[in-house]
């Protein structure tokens, strides 16, 4: 949508705020409550807005001096792309950001910019639209110098939170700090960044004197030296939110490898870590070797004498996950238990998952004709990382889950099996993918469909 259409959506839904506040940017995002709310966050230079239509509808007005704390958080313990917004009397969470970073420096951007009441002027203002909606806004050019008028709006702490039927502002005190309490927590674990890592109020030192030089300029002119201002790379840094990144891209990648590494722990819940390695194979290609029809997986089952392999194609859930499901016949290498064994496979795709910069997937397990089957099940966690275009972070961790609790001898059993099982899989693994990634880097091919390849070690569950 062009900037024009948000900015009249940003008007008609928040008719109380000031005529003049200026939509600054808009992003989707979902609110937190029982539910998670669909809807959109709207920035302005003084107003924290949200909008979903879900129900009966939901819409917070919320003024950014009376905002005491603004934090990164993460959802489902390992997703970081939600933010915590705290007032003196509520706190939202806001979840399911497509680029949480870069909304975070906005938003925190302006919030500071009001607590040391710090205006935007006509050449940041621009600037910050036309990163965010390019350059093409749909305006007038008489929409556009309207917009450049410094405005004057109230500063007057208020907070409105309208759901069904449920309207009005609720008037606040000021706030008597501007943190929180280390004693108070939200149901989201916190990922609060350190001092060096908040982002400076958007604005520079100079910026009132940088505000008379430009009053008189026209809104295009304004645009225009952006443009020209770009090309010559002497574009002033404060005004770029996110001027670390070299392009749009790479600030899209750069964001997803910060935020996913951030998420990525090393929680107990998660299990054992098996692999945790870069390989000069992009995220795309990893994600395609790994959980689709791909020669490389292929190969890899036969060295593992699995056999009988069936799937399904990738589908999607209600709850917006894709997956898919595989049954295959597992080679024993243990004369007590057998020599085959039917299995089963649940793959799940997370859609928090950003296409080309990482992927989170987990795979159930289940084996069906071993002793004490019914008992335990395996399952693995796949965080495949963009580290550059060429080059990902594969992580593997795997744990052994129990359906229901056994008595200590069958527990020690299926441990000592299982353990030795999935230590020599994920050997063979990174074996394997090794040499894929020297094919590929090698022959700048599909190594694939190619024809000679050299033998391969190969083992055998032990279980």
Known sequence: ASYRHRLEEFRRLFKELPETERL??????????DILLQGRLYLSERWLCFHSQVFRGTKITLAFRDV?????????????????????????FFASFPARKKTYQSVFGMWQNNLS???L???????MIKQHYGPELGLTQEEMESLQIPTDSSMQTSLSVRAGSHEGLRKLEPPSSLRLSGSEHGPLESSTPQREDLPSPVGS????????????ISAQALLDRLSSDRASKHSSPSLDLNSKEKSATEESGSESVEDAEEGVGSSDEQGRLYLNKVFHISANKML??????????????????ILNISSTDWQKDSSGNSKRSLTYTVTINNP?????????????LYKESRDGHYYLVDTEVYTHDVPYHDYFYVLNRYYIIRSSKRKCRLRVYTNVKYKKQPWGLVKSFITKNSWGSIEDNFRQLEAELLEEEAELNQGGGDPGKSGLRRRRRTYSRTL
Not at 121 to 127: A, D, G, K, R, S
Request: aromatic share 10%; with cysteine; proline share 2%.
């Open 288 to 305: 395609e070797l790994l959980f689709s029809d791909s020669s490389f997986m292929r190969r890899f089952l036969d060295t593992r004498k």
């Open 24 to 33: 600054l940017a808009d992003y989707p995002c979902a609110l937190q409550r």
């Open 121 to 127: 002027t006509c050449l940041e203002f621009w600037h």
């Open 336 to 348: 007590l238990i057998g020599k085959f064994s039917a299995a089963s496979e649940t793959q799940t």
């Open 68 to 92: 005491v704390n603004i934090t990164r958080e993460k959802t489902a313990r390992w997703i970081p792309n939600a933010l915590q917004v705290c007032t003196a009397a509520e706190k939202f």
């Open 117 to 119: 009441d710090k205006r």
């Open 205 to 216: 030192q100079n910026s009132s004197n940088t505000q008379n030089d430009n009053h008189n």
